[in-house]
T-cell receptor
């Protein structure tokens, strides 16, 4: 009963490097989303998806790309990392757009 | 401009007493509100929710109150336990849209 699985849990990047944060869920949820958590800012929505093949921007989408080729997976790509992207990233899924989100354990990213 | 605000970054309470966490919102179209609890190095977990058609929802030691005219909701924990020490996020939703979260309040329950 894995729920939402994120990898890696920790990552250090240099400015300008690219990487992908992986997210997978095994609950057959249609809705998936990525949030970043910064001190005092709470959880801010980066991108979300309402189903395979459909993605949309959230509150803070700049510098990030997503795709949703399957119901299970929703990777988040940083194309050219910047120090401002140092944060803790959470992937979440839900059965309906209205209702309880299930979160992964988070990925802590540091950009030097 | 934050639509959901938790104005107290931290709160310290003695074990057995009541903890009251507050949340204010500005968007009158929000019609569903949730509270999440987060322990260090873990993802947030759902705690309790309330629809805008209600003013109170209770689940064991946790009660959420909604005052729509004041655009204010609060989470009451009675009695508080050391295991309740965590960061609490309130979240709000407009029908069909994704959740908007507040900045979080760190609750410390002292034995």
């Amino acid at each position: 009963n894995a729920g939402v699985t994120q990898t890696p849990k920790f990552q250090v990047l240099k400015t300008g490097q690219s990487m992908t944060l992986q997210c997978a869920q095994d609950m057959n949820h249609e809705y998936m989303s990525w949030y970043r958590q910064d001190p005092g800012m709470g959880l801010r929505l980066i991108h979300y998806s309402v189903g395979a093949g459909i993605t949309d921007q959230g509150e803070v989408p700049n510098g990030y790309n997503v795709s949703r080729s399957t119901t299970e997976d929703f990777p988040l790509r940083l194309l050219s990392a910047a120090p401002s992207q140092t944060s803790v990233y959470f992937c979440a899924s839900s059965y309906l757009v209205a209702g309880e989100l299930f979160f992964g354990e988070g990925s802590r990213l540091t950009v030097l | 401009d934050q639509q959901v605000k938790q104005n107290s970054p931290s709160l310290s309470v003695q074990e057995g007493r009541i903890s009251i966490l507050n949340c204010d919102y500005t968007n009158s179209m929000f019609d569903y509100f949730l509270w999440y609890k987060k322990y260090p190095a873990e993802g947030p977990t759902f705690l309790i929710s309330i629809s805008s058609i209600k003013d109170k929802n209770e689940d064991g030691r946790f009660t959420v109150f909604l005052n729509k005219s004041a655009k204010h909701l609060s989470l009451h924990i009675v009695p508080s336990q050391p295991g309740d020490s965590a960061v609490y996020f309130c979240a709000a939703q407009e029908a069909g849209n994704m959740l908007t979260f507040g900045g979080g309040t760190r609750l410390m329950v002292k034995p």
